[in-house]
């Protein structure tokens, strides 16, 4: 791809890796690809912020008490990609499909490989030794002898060879996705309880032995999940840079690198909007409350509680199932409305399921706030015996409950 014309004096990914494969007497190091990777043309994948627009784009044109766009979208902004995820997830609690993992396919799957995905396996085994990805795409790995791997069990006979020493001159013929990828979708990583807190098991220990071992080299990556920050600042050996700005405090070594010299429209924000709106399209016309929740969750999050309440109350009238996944969510009691909380809670399809710790302490709280004190204590008595033994993780299941019974 040459040298690019800018100020930055930013090179292809193929003259930027081999450089750094040069610096390190050809190898070997270690690969780590982010979503600027599958960015660019032709794959023109999504990058996770790109989602934000195109969902405050969507709901805004089902919901117009939304208001303007570009108002919806300045307030998700700050709001973290994978608890954006988590929440819209909550409004399928229950349900038999998971309808966010299939959002994350129609916007992941892809099948046109680009420079990078090429430069990337054509390294290997030439001063890579493996490569790891955060991407759900499979691209990289796509239409060559690379096998995907997106789990924990897939990753410990890795560690082993690492530990072994058996590694040395022979790469790994596999690309490791650390968040999962669309092969499996029901098992990405987009959410909130699994990239919120630090790697852990045989991906963090893969890491560990990577980071003793060879140069980590991040193609394209941000390096801002939560999980793996901590892992790439632990002591080690250098971690170098491939994108057009380095990460101060993180990089020892900075090659300014062009992943899309293509230049000219981008498309994938549009491609994500339509996405993300026949997504929306799709729940409307299941006609099971399924949007009604999920414009209740989106209004909520940006503190449109009123708005949330009214299509929270329009998923309840669908039917016990909705109404049990709502009240789940903590979309009712939270805005005011707990009689309603607990009229979804009393719902068959709850009862009929068995009552766990968590929902009686919700219910709880919400009969407390009904002003139903008596009942209250009880379902909290119960909630205690089925709830962790331990007080304080009592407490963190319900806090206002435990502050005020």
């Not at 890796?17 to 599958?38: K, M, N, Q, T």
């Not at 329009?314 to 309603?340: I, K, W, Y």
């Not at 009904?370 to 806090?399: C, H, I, M, Q």
Request: glycine share 10%.
């Amino acid at each position: 791809m040459g040298r690019v014309d800018d100020d930055t004096g930013a090179v292809g990914l193929d003259v930027a890796l081999a450089r750094v494969i040069a610096r390190f007497g050809d190898g070997p190091v270690a690969v780590l690809a982010g979503s600027a990777v599958s960015r660019a043309s032709p794959s023109s994948l999504p990058m996770v912020d790109d989602f934000k627009p195109a969902l405050a784009r969507a709901v805004a044109q089902v919901e117009k008490a939304f208001g303007d766009e570009s108002t919806l979208g300045r307030e998700l902004d700050p709001i973290p990609f994978e608890l954006i995820m988590e929440s819209l997830r909550r409004a399928f609690i229950g349900s038999d499909k998971d309808e966010v993992a299939q959002l994350l396919v129609s916007l992941y799957e892809s099948e046109r490989r680009n420079l990078n995905h090429a430069t990337l396996t054509e390294s290997l085994g030439r001063g890579v030794a493996i490569i790891l990805t955060t991407n759900f795409d499979t691209l990289i790995e796509r239409d060559t002898d690379l096998a995907t791997v997106d789990d924990a069990d897939g990753v410990e006979p890795i560690v082993a060879r690492l530990e072994s020493g058996s590694m040395v001159g022979d790469p790994v013929r596999s690309v490791i996705h650390l968040h999962g990828s669309v092969a499996h979708p029901n098992d990405i990583g987009a959410f909130q309880r699994r990239v919120g807190r630090e790697l852990t098991g045989s991906r963090a220990r893969l890491i560990d032995l990577l980071r003793q071992t060879m140069p980590m080299v991040l193609v394209g990556y941000s390096a801002s999940d939560l999980d793996i920050r901590p892992l790439l600042r632990a002591p080690g050996r250098e971690v170098v840079c491939l994108k057009r700005h380095n990460i101060e405090g993180l990089c020892n070594i900075h090659e300014p690198t062009e992943l899309d010299p293509s230049g000219g429209p981008r498309v994938e924000d549009a491609k994500t909007a339509v996405v993300v709106a026949t997504w929306l399209d799709d729940l409307r016309r299941a006609g099971n409350g399924q949007l009604e929740r999920v414009l209740s969750i989106v209004a909520d999050m940006t503190g449109r509680h009123r708005l949330a309440a009214r299509h929270a109350r329009a998923a309840v009238g669908v039917g016990d199932g909705a109404a049990s996944r709502l009240c789940l969510s903590g979309a009712l009691g939270s805005m005011g409305l707990p009689r309603e909380a607990v009229r979804c809670l009393d719902a068959p399809a709850v009862l009929e399921g068995g009552l766990v710790g968590d929902t009686l302490a919700q219910r709880a709280f919400y009969r407390r706030n009904a002003g139903d004190f008596w009942r209250a204590l009880s379902d909290y008595r119960r909630a205690t015996t089925l709830l962790d033994g331990d007080w304080n993780v009592r407490r963190e299941k319900a806090p206002e409950l435990f502050d005020a019974l």
